[in-house]
């Protein structure tokens, strides 16, 4: 079963997609889709592209599911939650279309999840993705890391094996 992770962005929105058999887990590929600066393209021609680049990677890959990060709003920011909320929907919609099943995690789930701390800065975030698929290097940039993380979070959470730091927790090894 393949698994599509998505850290949603209008200028970078960050990919992963991964591999279950069984217990075990593989990277098939990372990467982004560019919606452009605010500078040289239209808001509307932004979420086209974010649209047409995560629709091309689920028909690449036909994922069984897509999990997608949450959206969040900080009240000093609430431009930048709108302008997420563009982008989250041309995801979706390309999910919809492409007939892939759609779940939601918080940022803070997801960062719990795989490090035990669910304020994690990007960094410990960045490696404990590279330890958990046995990478050689942290994924860059962040939001490779951050779709990768979304990914692992949902096949931990849907019955795969607990990440070791959630192992730690539980007492067992």
């Known amino acids: 079963m393949k698994i599509l992770g998505i850290d949603p962005g209008l200028n970078i929105t960050g990919y992963g997609v991964i591999e279950v058999a ?5 990277l098939v590929e990372a990467g982004v889709v560019r919606g ?6 239209s808001l509307a021609e ?12 689920i028909e690449s890959h036909a994922p069984a599911v897509m999990a997608i990060e949450e959206l969040y709003s900080h009240y000093d920011r609430p431009k930048t939650a709108i ?3 563009h982008a989250r929907g041309a995801i979706i919609l390309a999910a919809q279309l492409g007939d892939v099943n759609v779940k939601h995690y918080a940022a803070t789930q997801i960062k719990k ?9 990007k960094s410990q975030m960045q490696q ?9 290097g942290p994924p860059e940039p962040a939001d490779v890391a951050d779709a990768l993380a979304i990914a692992m979070t949902h096949w931990f959470l849907e019955g795969g094996p607990m990440s070791l730091v959630s192992q730690g927790k539980k007492g067992s090894s």
């Open 83 to 85: 302008l997420m909320g």
């Open 113 to 121: 999840t795989l490090t035990g701390n669910g304020r994690a800065p």
């Open 128 to 136: 404990a993705i590279a330890r958990e698929l046995g990478l050689a």
């Open 36 to 41: 452009g600066s605010s500078s040289n393209k």
């Open 22 to 26: 069984g217990r075990r887990v593989r």
């Open 46 to 57: 932004r979420v086209a592209e974010v649209y047409r680049g995560v629709t091309e990677v």
